[in-house]
């Protein structure tokens, strides 16, 4: 029975990962702008090759079997921490995607072709995978601040990544007195199979889980991000602003209406793409002014706003007048013999029982009394007896 048993899980193990694999070749096939998933299909059907192989067959003293068995499994570790590190946007260093599995692989070439050993290549092989994947922890423990399916996918890859030392252990017992790679069918052998087979399952999953995600979360910054100023988009300026109204008792919350003077003049003497590198400009000098609370959008045409959370009037203001001074300053690169821009800006504060509409009305009633008083300047609401900042 325990024969069954062990057979069974042997063959369940390259099934689940060659399932794996052709889930990742199939993500990366329609998603050709994220190569992690191409090193991940190819780490799980290297996987699925080395066990099969050990399966098929059994590596015998001197044989070689052993040595390509091993360097399938040195490969599909090396692919895994690539796969895991491009995700985020890192690389391992060559000790760990080189050297080490270079080493690895010669040691168990020679505990296999020149002085035959089974114990000695569990060694360097399960340790040795763990090495190489151990090498990624320190660049992955971002995940552990991440999203719910990053931290989880942090998490079980450390638990599979360790696992490999007391597997080690387990493994090297009923190896001892039998120098053969199908170990007998001994109950510590029928655990070894049944955890690498959840721990194969679980890390697949959390990977494709985590792709899923990537995705969702692309499209979403898609949506929410105007392409040409990198910008929060006015359906993502309206969602944020839904967790800021009302503020919270005590606090302000102030707004800044931007609109760029003569900018029809730009379009028509320099072109329609001399002036979408202006607004690019614009929206990279506004995101650098602000803080990261802030939420910066652009509403269309050549106008922006920036909602200001806990922001009394009188910072508003101060923050405009930057701003306004900030453009005024730089100098456009799209635009030769003219150089620079100005803007207009009106800032208004949310009074008790405002939506965003109604912020955004006044603000625009504001700005389009900078705009008739000779723009290039910061207008406020005179009516709220606020001094003059700007």
Same mark, same amino acid.
């Given at each position: 029975?325990?024969?069954?048993?062990?057979?069974?899980?042997?063959?369940?193990?390259? =099934?689940? +990962?060659?399932? $794996? /694999? @052709?889930?990742?070749?199939? &993500? #990366?096939?329609?998603?050709?702008?994220?190569?992690?998933?191409?090193?991940?299909?190819?780490?799980?059907?290297?996987?699925?090759?080395?066990?099969?192989?050990?399966?098929?067959?059994?590596?015998?003293?001197?044989?070689?079997?052993?040595?390509?068995a091993g360097a399938l499994y040195l490969g599909s570790a090396v692919l895994m921490l690539r796969g895991m590190l491009a995700r985020?946007?890192?690389?391992?260093?060559?000790?760990? =995607?080189? +050297?080490?599995? $270079? /080493? @690895?692989?010669?040691?168990? &070439? #020679?505990?296999?072709?020149?002085?035959?050993?089974?114990?000695?290549?569990?060694?360097?092989?399960?340790?040795g995978v763990a090495l190489i994947l151990l090498t990624g922890v320190a660049s992955l423990a971002r995940l552990r601040t991440g999203r719910t399916v990053d931290r989880v996918l942090f998490w079980v890859y450390l638990v599979f990544t360790l696992q490999f030392l007391p597997r080690t252990l387990l493994a090297l017992a009923p190896a001892a007195a039998h120098d053969a790679i199908v170990l007998p069918p001994a109950a510590c052998w029928l655990w070894l199979q049944a955890t690498l087979a959840l721990l194969l399952l679980a890390l697949g999953l959390a990977l494709l889980a985590a792709t899923a995600q990537d995705v969702i979360d692309d499209l979403r910054h898609e949506r929410d991000t105007d392409p040409l100023t990198q910008l929060h988009s006015r359906r993502s300026l309206e969602a944020l602003a839904a967790r800021q109204i009302p503020p919270r008792p005590g606090e302000s919350l102030s707004m800044l209406l931007c609109d760029l003077d003569f900018f029809k003049f730009i379009n028509d003497n320099y072109g329609h793409s001399a002036g979408d590198a202006v607004l690019a400009q614009v929206g990279?000098?506004?995101?650098?002014?602000?803080?990261?609370?802030?939420?910066?959008?652009?509403?269309?045409?050549?106008?922006?706003?920036?909602?200001?959370?806990?922001?009394?009037?009188?910072?508003?203001?101060?923050?405009?007048?930057?701003?306004?001074?900030?453009?005024?300053?730089?100098?456009?690169?799209?635009?030769?013999?003219?150089?620079?821009?100005?803007?207009?800006?009106?800032?208004?504060t949310l009074r008790p029982g405002e939506d965003l509409e109604a912020l955004l009305m006044r603000a625009d009633h504001v700005l389009y009394a900078a705009k008739s008083n000779g723009r290039n300047c910061v207008e406020w609401e005179r009516e709220a007896g606020l001094p003059a900042l700007a």
């Open positions: 029975m325990l024969h069954d048993a062990g057979l069974f899980l042997a063959l369940v193990n390259p =099934a689940i +990962a060659s399932l $794996l /694999a @052709l889930c990742f070749l199939f &993500a #990366w096939h329609h998603e050709r702008t994220r190569p992690h998933l191409l090193q991940l299909g190819a780490c799980y059907l290297l996987a699925a090759a080395a066990i099969g192989l050990q399966i098929a067959w059994p590596p015998r003293a001197g044989g070689g079997t052993a040595t390509v985020i946007g890192a690389r391992p260093d060559r000790c760990a =995607a080189v +050297a080490l599995p $270079l /080493a @690895l692989f010669g040691m168990v &070439a #020679w505990f296999d072709l020149a002085h035959p050993s089974l114990v000695a290549r569990i060694c360097i092989l399960n340790v990279r000098v506004i995101a650098a002014g602000i803080r990261r609370r802030d939420i910066a959008a652009r509403l269309g045409g050549e106008e922006f706003v920036v909602l200001l959370p806990d922001t009394p009037h009188e910072a508003a203001l101060q923050l405009a007048g930057r701003l306004r001074e900030t453009l005024e300053q730089t100098s456009m690169e799209a635009l030769p013999g003219m150089r620079n821009v100005t803007a207009s800006f009106g800032v208004a």
